[in-house]
């Protein structure tokens, strides 16, 4: 009974400490008040936790404001444990560069979030106009209502797509988001047999998406690359041109990668 509790604490203690991490991203700087109160604890349990990852080099404090922020070791964890991706980045980037020259648009590559059913997102191209979507390196959209997400998902084994499926909760997020689990399992085949993902308004009102899987050398989609348009800014008599032009490029990544299409279940 003691051990269960102490493990019961330690749980606790880790999930104020993330908190607290959570916080300053989001906040950039903050006061003991506002993290204590962010961690849903006391001012002295969140003493304690703030000194500790001081002394560990993950936060700082400005004496003159009285406010923690985060320091740069935290970001050079991350860096390293993207070691590995550093084919991926490169094959990507070079062919994310170029649909960036060709269409102007916001591109953005993003990779499987391997707990929660969501997209993580990686790399980036801005736009070249004043009026555009923007995403955030780092940020984490749903699976089911973004195309990177389904160009992520349909390429995947039967059962894990069963799986991953299973667990979404379908929230609405934008006016046209699939909230029916059959209707997205349709989505997901018509995807595949035509070899790019699209959603429209799925993920935010007025912005339109297409998107397709990078394959590594195993045939696996370990990666997937969108270009991004505001509704107004898109030309549907175009749309077989940029479709064929985002499939050429996203197969150039997956061959830079080692991958041959005879791999393709």
Same mark, same amino acid.
């Given at each position: 009974?003691?051990?269960?509790?102490?493990?019961?604490?330690?749980?606790?203690?880790?999930?104020?400490?993330?908190?607290? @991490? !959570?916080?300053?991203?989001?906040?950039? /700087?903050?006061?003991?008040?506002? =993290?204590?109160?962010?961690?849903?604890?006391?001012?002295?349990?969140?003493?304690?936790?703030?000194?500790?990852? $001081? &002394?560990?080099?993950?936060?700082?404090?400005? &004496?003159?404001?009285?406010?923690?922020?985060?320091?740069?070791?935290?970001?050079?964890?991350? *860096?390293? #444990? %993207?070691?590995?991706?550093?084919?991926? @980045?490169?094959? *990507?980037?070079?062919?994310?560069?170029?649909? #960036?020259?060709?269409?102007?648009? #916001? +591109?953005?590559?993003?990779?499987?979030?391997? +707990? &929660?059913?969501?997209?993580?997102?990686?790399?980036?191209?801005?736009?070249?106009?004043?009026?555009?979507?923007?995403?955030?390196?780092?940020? /984490?959209?749903?699976?089911?209502?973004? #195309? =990177?997400?389904?160009? @992520? @998902?349909?390429?995947?084994?039967?059962?894990? +797509?069963? &799986?991953?499926? *299973?667990?979404?909760?379908?929230?609405?997020?934008?006016?046209?988001?699939?909230?029916?689990?059959?209707?997205?399992?349709?989505?997901?085949?018509?995807?595949?047999?035509?070899?790019?993902? !699209? !959603? %429209?308004?799925?993920? !935010? *009102?007025?912005?339109?998406?297409?998107?397709?899987?990078?394959?590594?050398?195993?045939?696996?989609? %370990?990666?997937?690359?969108? $270009?991004?348009?505001?509704?107004? /800014?898109?030309?549907?008599?175009?749309?077989?041109? $940029?479709?064929?032009? +985002?499939?050429?490029?996203?197969?150039?990544?997956?061959?830079?990668?080692?991958?041959?299409?005879?791999?393709?279940?």
């Amino acid at each position: 009974m003691a051990n269960s509790e102490h493990k019961t604490e330690n749980v606790a203690a880790v999930l104020k400490v993330f908190a607290v @991490l !959570e916080s300053l991203v989001e906040d950039r /700087r903050a006061s003991l008040a506002d =993290l204590a109160g962010r961690a849903m604890t006391s001012k002295a349990t969140a003493h304690r936790l703030l000194n500790t990852m $001081i &002394e560990l080099g993950y936060v700082e404090r400005d &004496e003159d404001t009285e406010r923690y922020g985060l320091t740069l070791k935290l970001f050079s964890l991350g *860096a390293r #444990s %993207i070691q590995d991706r550093s084919d991926l @980045l490169w094959a *990507a980037d070079r062919v994310m560069a170029k649909l #960036s020259r060709l269409t102007g648009e #916001s +591109i953005n590559l993003g990779v499987m979030d391997n +707990i &929660e059913q969501k997209v993580v997102y990686t790399h980036k191209y801005n736009s070249h106009y004043t009026l555009s979507m923007q995403s955030t390196l780092g940020k /984490r959209n749903p699976l089911h209502s973004t #195309s =990177l997400g389904k160009a @992520l @998902l349909a390429w995947r084994d039967p059962k894990e +797509i069963a &799986e991953r499926v *299973a667990a979404m909760s379908f929230t609405p997020s934008a006016p046209q988001t699939i909230t029916d689990k059959d209707k997205f399992l349709a989505d997901l085949a018509a995807t595949k047999m035509r070899g790019y993902a !699209e !959603e %429209i308004e799925e993920s !935010e *009102a007025g912005v339109r998406c297409m998107a397709v899987p990078i394959f590594d050398h195993l045939g696996r989609p %370990i990666a997937a690359m969108s $270009i991004a348009f505001p509704l107004f /800014r898109f030309n549907e008599d175009k749309k077989d041109e $940029i479709a064929e032009m +985002i499939m050429d490029l996203g197969r150039e990544a997956s061959e830079s990668l080692g991958y041959v299409e005879r791999d393709l279940p």
